[in-house]
């Protein structure tokens, strides 16, 4: 339920996360409404949704590459207990969707385009305009440039507001290879597109002293366990099809941000080594050259990648970051 005006949110801690799972988490997770969709091109998607009859705001919540519905409990519990109710799915090649291609470890898409237009299936079918006062969407890395390719493409959206975590507007990679990144991209795509980026292979547990994605080994344990229980969700390496896929996206991401037509909060993780900061900070300003103060920027200091993975600090910091842009 949502809380009185003025107090502060309560959110899960790393202290008693195993415990607050099995009490509370799971009890949660066990009242979803989930199924499955045809998006493009007839693949199955699969979606679920946590709802409670009073309330009157919904939030969409779009992840990032490797990840499930599944991953993001301890966050739909959190904002469920703001007084939203909770939209969400996977993609496809992903998490309990269908995959695309004969390697359930490859991280593929046929086209960038795909993912939007599956978006776009799953809004038509969530039907939120129907029952909602206002809606909104937080996503989070390859979900942010799903999110912001959707914006830019569908200017009848209906979100009220929108929260991007860490997201892929530009990937990380060293200084020499950005001038060289798309045409390189193109040229292995071109030779073997469902082959792994070179260096990259199939599902397997980095230990937390080498993830690149959280400082909280609690919350990273949490989330390998889930993938060791359900081998389904794994997902390894992308392929090189998919690498030059996003990058093209990302530049149209930048090509098109005036495009934008709603107020946008960036979450920024300062010690992101998997996406682009620097084409974060260029893609906010775009923003704003074009739509004054519309987009706006907070850099989380000290936080990797998962900002709402992270280390409690850094989570609840996101999270009340999140929660009063949201209310405005």
């Known amino acids: 339920m949502e ?30 409404k989930e199924g499955y969709i045809e998006g493009q091109e007839g693949k199955k998607l699969y979606w679920v949704s946590l709802t409670h009859p009073e309330n009157t705001k919904a939030i969409v919540v779009v992840n990032g ?12 519990y959190d904002l469920s207990q703001q007084g939203y109710d909770i939209y969400s799915y996977d993609h496809r090649g992903q998490g309990l969707s269908d995959r695309s291609s004969p390697d359930r ?12 237009k599956d978006l776009h299936h799953i809004l038509r079918h969530f039907d939120l305009d129907e029952n909602y006062q ?39 990679m060293p200084w020499y290879l950005r001038s060289l990144a798309v045409p390189l991209s193109k040229w292995m795509a071109s030779r073997n597109p469902i082959g ?7 599902y397997h547990v980095s230990p937390f002293s080498a993830n690149d994605l959280t400082h909280s080994p609690i919350r990273y344990q949490w989330f390998r ?20 896929q996003s990058l093209n996206t990302t530049r149209l991401c930048h090509q098109q941000a005036d495009k934008i037509n709603v107020p946008l909060l960036l979450l920024q993780a300062s010690e992101d080594i998997v996406v682009d900061n620097t ?4 893609f906010v300003n775009k923003i704003n050259k074009h739509h004054e103060n519309l987009a706006t920027l907070v850099e989380m ?7 709402f993975f992270e280390i409690d600090s850094l989570r609840n910091q996101a999270l009340n970051e999140t929660l009063t842009f949201l209310k405005g």
């Open 196 to 202: 792994y980026l070179p260096g990259k292979k199939g």
């Open 105 to 116: 470890h490859l991280g593929h898409v046929e086209k960038f385009d795909h993912y939007i």
């Open 225 to 244: 366990d889930l993938y060791e229980q359900q081998p389904d969700i794994q997902l390894g390496g992308p392929s090189r099809h998919w690498v030059n």
């Open 3 to 32: 809380l009185p005006s003025g107090q502060a949110p309560s959110f899960s801690q790393e202290e008693n996360l195993l415990a607050f799972s099995i009490s509370t988490l799971t009890p949660f997770w066990n009242t979803k």
């Open 279 to 282: 084409a974060q900070n260029k």
């Open 301 to 307: 200091k000290g936080s990797k990648h998962e900002v």
């Open 65 to 76: 590459r490797i990840e499930s519905v599944c991953k993001y409990q301890e966050l739909f």
């Open 134 to 172: 206002e809606k909104f969407l937080i996503a989070h890395s390859m979900g942010g440039a799903i999110s912001t390719r959707y914006l830019q493409t569908h200017p009848n959206h209906g979100f009220k507001r929108v929260v991007l975590s860490a997201p892929m507007v530009g990937i990380h």
